[in-house]
């Protein structure tokens, strides 16, 4: 008998292969597969599920990004860390308060603080 190809199940940002059913079955059996709750980026820990609330000093090293529209009481951004890799991240910027509101916990990034920030405006910053 051959051996069927190994069962591929997404969880979030990660891939896990499953080689028979058995197994794939005992980890729905024993609560399913664990969603992260926080991931960190640059040296950051930031909500995986919700948006994260950062002071201006928490963000030192990453590029914060304004632009002049209002949303939320703040102005509409964009925030990006200070690797390479890693794309823009949608933010509410709050002068006043000196802190930010970064929306990582989307599914995506973007190439440019302009699309972020656009992101904020087509759906409704959240």
Same mark, same amino acid.
């Not at 896990?16 to 079955?25: G, H, P, R, V």
């Not at 632009?67 to 933010?91: I, N, Q, Y």
């Given at each position: 008998? @051959?051996?069927?190809?190994?069962?591929?199940?997404?969880?979030?940002?990660?891939?896990?292969?499953?080689?028979?059913?058995? !197994?794939?079955?005992?980890?729905?059996?024993?609560?399913?597969?664990?969603?992260?709750?926080?991931? #960190?980026? @640059?040296?950051v820990?930031?909500?995986?599920?919700?948006? #994260?609330?950062?002071?201006?000093?928490?963000l030192?090293?990453?590029?914060?990004?304004?632009?002049?529209?209002?949303?939320?009481?703040?102005?509409?951004?964009?925030?990006?860390?200070?690797?390479?890799?890693?794309?823009?991240?949608?933010?509410?910027?709050?002068?006043?308060?000196?802190?930010?509101?970064?929306?990582?916990?989307?599914?995506? !990034?973007? #190439?440019?603080?302009? @699309? @972020?920030?656009?992101?904020?405006?087509?759906?409704?910053?959240?």
């Open positions: 008998m @051959a051996t069927p190809p190994p069962m591929k199940i997404e969880n979030g940002s990660e891939l896990i292969l499953f080689t028979d059913f058995c !197994s794939l079955f005992t980890v729905i059996l024993k609560g399913g597969f664990m969603v992260k709750e926080a991931m #960190t980026v @640059a040296e820990t930031l909500d995986a599920k919700k948006p #994260t609330t950062l002071t201006f000093g928490e030192y090293t990453w590029v914060i990004w304004q632009f002049p529209r209002k949303k939320d009481g703040g102005l509409c951004g964009a925030v990006h860390p200070p690797t390479a890799s890693e794309g823009w991240f949608p933010a509410i910027i709050y002068n006043k308060d000196a802190c930010v509101l970064v929306l990582a916990h989307l599914n995506e !990034s973007f #190439t440019t603080p302009e @699309a @972020a920030a656009e992101y904020l405006n087509q759906n409704n910053g959240r």
